[in-house]
């Protein structure tokens, strides 16, 4: 499996559950090719996010990532709950 994790700060008026929210309406409504799951880790004190995602291969992880319209998902609807640019780390998950 190839995937991504993207590590962020909530902008000031952003809350964890509204970036939940988020992929879980993404994730219900895209269906991307390979997706396997996706999960949150906001921690203690509510000003940093984790998202890590799995795909069950590694071009079908760049297809969504080169995609254009992921792209536009991102800059209009998650980015605006983060405070600046996250952290990307892609690689093989093992098992």
Known sequence: MYGTVMIGRLAP?????????????????????????????????????????????????WALADNPGQDEWYRTTLAPLLDGDPTWIDGTWST
């Open 13 to 61: 008026t952003a809350t964890a559950q509204a970036v939940v929210q988020t992929l879980e309406a993404w994730s219900a409504r895209e269906r991307a090719d390979g997706f396997v799951d996706a999960h949150v880790l906001v921690t203690d004190d509510r000003q940093q996010i984790v998202i890590a995602t799995r795909f069950a291969s590694k071009e079908q992880y």
